[in-house]
């Protein structure tokens, strides 16, 4: 087990998420994607270590249009296609974050990789 410098933001979609999802490509009822099919979906980010509830927001209010514009990516590439206005209030709207102060790694055989994060990369993950 290894303690890493981190602290972690896990982020997940409320329901206003959920409806713009569904409004991508309109279905005929079941087949629209519930709440609960994605909040199962979680990204978890690595930050740094935060300490104070004033320091987490601070940190969050700096990086909060990278982590809308992954979420919004995870689910539609062509940008055309994303609301109007990307700005806090949305991002309030559509993500619910939760914050963790330690980041443990329970993997005691590999190693931790370093990749950066590209379309590609987020593309692979939906597909799996």
Do not use: C
């Not at 290894?2 to 959920?18: C, E, G, M």
């Not at 009822?29 to 979680?42: K, M, N, P, Q, Y």
């Amino acid at each position: 087990m290894k303690l890493l410098n981190r602290s972690a933001l896990s982020v997940r979609p409320t329901q206003h998420f959920v409806d713009w999802i569904n409004a991508l490509e309109p279905t005929m009822g079941d087949d629209d994607i519930a709440l609960a099919d994605v909040e199962r979906e979680s990204t978890v980010y690595l930050i740094p270590e935060m300490d104070t509830p004033e320091a987490l927001e601070g940190f969050v209010r700096e990086r909060y249009l990278e982590i809308l514009e992954t979420e919004l990516r995870a689910w539609e590439e062509d940008e055309r296609q994303w609301p109007e206005t990307i700005d806090w209030p949305l991002f309030q709207r559509f993500l619910q974050v939760e914050h963790s102060y330690l980041a443990i790694d329970l993997d005691d055989e590999a190693a931790l990789e370093i990749s950066e994060v590209d379309d590609s990369l987020l593309m692979d993950v939906d597909q799996d």
